[in-house]
């Protein structure tokens, strides 16, 4: 069975801070690593990441895989209030194409 | 990335009752998926939606209780059937574009039943 572990579950900072959210997977026969922000309902795409080594940036969000090690960080510098969200992180395996989430780390940036 | 509508946005239920939750998409997508999240907790596929054919559902969610329908390639429709409490969730579609293993997904239904 494929499984997502993500860490911290809540992480509480100032803003202006950089944060380090972490993501570690086991899936059979690996396709893709999602990185998601919900902040109501409906999660928004952020990255997906297919190889190792190779760092996906928008903005102040960046995000790399280790295919070897099975985990992904997604890095905020800067953080901003509107920062404050759930990140999910997700992996896709097999055929199907499904996602497996993470439970997701709740991100509260103070002003 | 494809653009997708989902209705009703919110709804609250009597137990016993059935809702169905339709989901549309502007663009053809190879695949469509409905997800729940129950209250405090990540998401959870329910099944995948194929066209013209019976869905396909994940281990612990059945067809009589969630009946999904995908008459073409950028319709989707999930009952939630016979509700009780426990089914209190946010509803999300998601769908796979023809050009990206993305996933992207729709604005979600909140669902509370009474």
């Known amino acids: 069975e494929d499984k997502v572990v993500q860490s911290p579950l809540s992480l509480v900072v100032h803003e202006g801070d950089t944060v380090t959210l972490n993501c570690s997977y086991e899936?059979?026969?690996?396709?893709?690593l999602l990185w998601y922000k919900q902040e109501k309902k409906a999660p928004t795409f952020l990255f997906m990441l297919t190889s190792s080594g190779i760092e996906k940036k928008s903005g102040r969000l960046s995000s790399i895989l280790d295919k070897k090690e099975l985990f992904s960080i997604l890095n905020i510098t800067a953080t901003q209030t509107g920062d404050s969200a759930v990140y999910l992180c997700a992996v896709s395996g097999g055929s199907n194409y499904k996602l497996t989430f993470g439970k997701g780390t709740l991100l509260t940036v103070n002003p | 990335s494809a653009v997708i509508s989902q209705k009703p946005s919110r709804d609250i239920c009597q137990r016993g009752t059935s809702l169905t939750i339709q989901c549309q998409v502007d663009s053809q997508v190879t695949m469509m998926f409905w997800y729940r999240q129950q209250p405090g907790q990540s998401l959870t596929l329910i099944a995948t939606a194929n066209q013209g054919s019976e869905a396909t559902y994940e281990s612990g969610f059945v067809i009589d209780k969630f009946p999904i329908s995908r008459p073409n390639l950028t319709f989707s429709t999930l009952t939630v059937s016979n509700m009780s409490p426990e089914d209190s969730s946010i509803y999300l579609c998601?769908?796979?574009?023809?050009?990206?293993?993305?996933?992207?997904f729709g604005p979600g239904t909140r669902l509370t039943v009474l």
């Open positions: 998601s769908v796979r574009t023809v050009s990206t293993d993305t996933q992207y």
């Open positions: 899936v059979t026969n690996f396709r893709s």
